[in-house]
């Protein structure tokens, strides 16, 4: 089965940096969409960054300027480098990809999720 796999939460201070990847593997016979959401206690899960397959970015308001989100075809790895971060930031951020497993349709997928912990 398709799995993504998920590295680089951990702690942080207020204006700190931390770099997420998530790398997907298993029979993937496309990989579209790629990109992270996040979800703090007691909030609904929102979209952070995304990648199109053809380099196009998305992201939410609140984290453009401080978050970039690229990917490596190659690697079927996706990253999240986040600078000067907010204890608001604080979330359980998860990795999500638009896969293809031929012959079935496109599918969305989604990793463990990685705690990220912004302290002020």
């Known amino acids: 089965q398709v799995q993504l796999v998920e590295s680089g939460g951990g702690l942080v201070q207020a204006g700190g940096s931390l770099r997420l990847s998530c790398a997907a593997s298993?029979?993937?016979?496309?990989?579209?969409?790629m990109g992270w959401h996040r979800q703090a206690p007691g909030k609904q899960r929102e979209l952070v960054a995304g990648i199109n397959s053809d380099g196009r970015t998305n992201y939410a308001d609140s984290v453009k300027g401080r978050f970039t989100v690229s990917r490596d075809n190659a690697k079927k790895t996706v990253y999240l480098q986040m600078n000067s971060l907010k204890p608001e930031d604080t979330a359980v951020y998860y990795c999500a990809a638009d896969v293809r497993v031929a012959p079935t349709p496109l599918r969305r997928y989604w990793g463990q999720g990685t705690q990220v912990t912004v302290s002020s």
């Open positions: 298993g029979s993937i016979s496309s990989l579209n969409f």
